[in-house]
């Protein structure tokens, strides 16, 4: 029998009421319908705010790519997001916040990302190391090690010295990581009080080899500290979902699994994503079944046509990752792990025009490229070294507190191969 992987639930009932948009999209399988996954569009209400959950890939690229304000973050988002980061450099209520943006986003290209393999790697060895001294058979601790990897890689990347970069892991980035691994249910608030003491380090170090303090010329402490907790957050939690995710499927698809070594060893393991195509649609299969961001929420200011119906100036438009892409208007067997979907010229379409794990346009992810050149590079050194299987009855869990994360306990075994 097919492997099916764990997907959300969904029990609300039509007309959907909602008591409001925060507890929707903090336990959205609640309030929902199962319906979610096979329409191009619902719509509902909470209190006076029209709400449109937008699912059909057009749309929401359309939405996304805008540039000229039509569809603004919504100020929900910015509540909810400034509730916990407080003001930052790239709120969409600063007025420079393209500038802060480019600024900060400036080295995070493929080029770099690239160029940093080495350094990615160093942070993943460490890891793999471990892994073998414990042992064939015992379970590894797999959310924690793939945050300690994701956090430790970032840190090499884009705070480290040479030399630093080719040793052991920075003992504050490490303390951090095993921190908010401890609070692995605590609030975004919670996780980034965790990361207080390395964004002080990080704001005395400077980012990719500037100065000090130095993320733009906006000579505001509060607002620089804030940005860098934001950094340090978003460019490594993601990463520890999606490679946790991307592990747990390869454990339990022993063939792909072999595929995937065998083009990591054919191909040398600092090719970036190009090369390993197999590895990179293994990814994108990760991230289209497990979007971490499962919805962005943007304000709707010109009328909008979907699927015959129209969503008005005024409506709040959540634009559902989630329900795109795992919806069966677009996708065959959308809740299964198929990595060859996104292979050759059609997979490549789908990936374009389908997949949106990382948003687009103008407030997209900055460190796409470095995630995706990242997360091939530790798949693929890990199973050339390694073989994954599952430890019988741990399974993982989706768990969804504003974002989609896995839950569970030392899910898999790592046996060193000759
Ligand atoms: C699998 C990994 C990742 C996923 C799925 C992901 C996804 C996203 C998404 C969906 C957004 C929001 C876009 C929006 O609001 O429209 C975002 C924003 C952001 N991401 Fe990522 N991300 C990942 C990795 C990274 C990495 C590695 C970095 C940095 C090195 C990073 C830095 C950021 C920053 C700074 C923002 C805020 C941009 C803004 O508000 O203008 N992310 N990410």
Aim: proline fraction near 8%; charge should be neutral; glycine fraction near 8%.
């Amino acid at each position: 029998m097919e492997f099916s992987p764990p997907r959300l639930e969904f029990s609300g009932r039509e007309p959907l009421l909602f008591p409001g948009l925060g507890k929707v999209l903090r336990e959205p399988m609640r309030y929902w319908p199962p319906a979610i996954v096979e329409r191009a569009a619902l719509e509902a209400r909470a209190g006076s705010t029209r709400i449109a959950l937008i699912a059909e890939p057009a749309t929401v690229t359309r939405i996304l790519l805008n540039r000229g304000d039509q569809f603004p973050r919504a100020r929900l988002h910015d509540r909810i997001l400034g509730a916990a980061y407080g003001e930052n450099l790239i709120r969409g209520d600063r007025l420079d916040w393209r500038r802060q943006r480019k600024e900060i986003a400036q080295p995070l290209t493929t080029a770099y990302s690239l160029e940093m393999a080495p350094r990615m790697r160093r942070a993943c060895m460490r890891i793999m190391d471990e892994w073998a001294a414990a042992g064939p058979d015992a379970p590894i601790d797999l959310l924690r090690d793939a945050r300690r990897f994701a956090l430790d890689s970032l840190w090499r990347c884009f705070f480290a010295s040479e030399s630093e970069a080719a040793g052991g892991p920075d003992p504050v980035v490490e303390a951090a990581a095993l921190t908010i691994d401890a609070h692995r249910t605590g609030t975004l608030v919670e996780h980034l009080a965790d990361l207080r003491p390395l964004a002080r380090r990080a704001l005395d170090r400077g980012y990719a080899g500037r100065g000090p303090a130095d993320l733009g010329d906006a000579r505001d402490e509060a607002a620089d500290f804030n940005t860098m907790l934001l950094f340090l957050h978003a460019g490594h939690d993601n990463v520890t979902a999606t490679l946790g995710w991307a592990l747990w499927l390869l454990a339990h698809h022993p063939e792909i699994q072999q595929q995937v070594r065998e083009e990591a060893r054919a191909a040398g393991s600092d090719a970036g994503p190009g090369a390993a195509p197999l590895a990179n649609a293994l990814i994108l299969e990760t991230l289209r079944l497990y979007p971490p961001i499962m919805h962005l929420i943007r304000d709707v200011t010109v009328d909008l046509e979907v699927a015959g119906a129209t969503i008005g100036a005024g409506f709040t438009a959540v634009l559902s990752m989630y329900a795109m892409h795992r919806n069966r208007l677009w996708w065959p067997a959308p809740d299964s792990f198929r990595p060859e979907r996104f292979l050759g010229k059609a997979g490549e379409q789908a990936r374009r025009t389908m997949l949106l794990p990382f948003g687009a346009g103008p407030r997209g992810c900055i460190g796409a490229s470095f995630a995706l050149v990242e997360l091939v590079l530790a798949v693929r050194l890990i199973v050339a070294r390694f073989a994954l299987a599952p430890v019988p009855g741990r399974a993982l869990d989706c768990r969804v507190d504003w974002v989609l994360r896995p839950e569970g306990e030392a899910p898999l075994l790592a046996r060193p191969l000759a």
